[in-house]
């Protein structure tokens, strides 16, 4: 596997923490791919032990909430596309689909190879390296499927970005037809959160972080005027909470109360 840079090596984050939500919490999300990867994944990884289970399943939770987003959408579009930017090593694939629509996973060469090695392409799957802010693979896409009404995943993608990058893809993406895309990111004080504690817990302390979203309006007002905002809700509004531990919960319903943390979906 070459060597991944310190943004790109947070991709394991979310596959601990969808092992650790299978594993403890399958009430939340239950991932049996991600268990079968489990002893494929490399042994430097930081143990979970140094991890709350709140920052753990902050990323299990994560991928619940773009399941329930993708099988909504698919309930109403069977024939729809799914694109997942930054796919990393989610596994929503083997969780979703359901047996007719077409899955794209893009994210950097290096780690679209990393990707292969564990997860070989799927069948109605499409691996596309490169940029996810460029517009060759929605190009691509729209020259496979020209009119399929597509969803767009960007799960723990945006932070690392600055502002103007990401409204810069969501003004591109709105001259390519039918497009909804979902996406997690944090209030202004959720941001704030998220740098002196999270990736700190995480082992990822040094990735810097910029982009959050304190209205979903006002982002889509700045990426144009037909776009519109079809949720903004808190990120643990539809986590059962049964059998966690009360630090998690009091996390959980403080984040949701102050809305530091939640899920956007426009309609481009």
Not at 54 to 77: G, P
Not at 103 to 123: F, G
């Amino acid at each position: 596997m070459s060597k991944l840079g310190v943004v790109e090596d947070t991709l394991f984050v979310p596959m601990l923490g969808r092992i650790y939500a299978s594993e403890y919490c399958p009430q939340i999300l239950y991932d049996p791919k991600a268990l079968e990867l489990k002893k494929k994944l490399p042994s430097s990884l930081p143990e979970q032990d140094g991890q709350s289970q709140y920052t753990l399943l902050a990323s299990a939770v994560r991928s619940a909430n773009m399941d329930r987003y993708i099988r909504t959408f698919l309930e109403h579009r069977p024939d729809g596309v799914i694109v997942q930017l930054g796919c990393g090593l989610e596994t929503a694939y083997y969780r979703c689909d359901n047996g007719r629509s077409h899955w794209y996973a893009v994210d950097l060469p290096h780690v679209v190879e990393y990707r292969r090695e564990l997860l070989p392409e799927p069948e109605r799957g499409t691996y596309l390296a490169g940029d996810a802010f460029a517009e060759d693979w929605i190009r691509q896409i729209r020259t496979d499927a020209p009119d399929a009404p597509i969803l767009v995943t960007a799960g723990g993608l945006f932070h690392y970005f600055e502002e103007s990058k990401v409204v810069g893809l969501l003004r591109m993406l709105t001259g390519f037809g039918e497009i909804e895309i979902v996406f997690d990111t944090v209030s202004k004080s959720g941001m704030a959160m998220m740098r002196k504690k999270y990736m700190k817990q995480v082992g990822h302390g040094d990735a810097q972080m910029f982009f959050y979203v304190d209205s979903a309006s006002v982002l889509a007002g700045k990426t144009g005027s037909g776009v519109r905002v079809l949720a903004e809700e808190p990120y643990y509004r539809h986590i059962p909470r049964t059998g966690l531990k009360l630090s998690t919960k009091v996390s959980m319903a403080v984040s949701d109360r102050f809305g530091m943390v939640k899920m956007v979906q426009l309609k481009l």
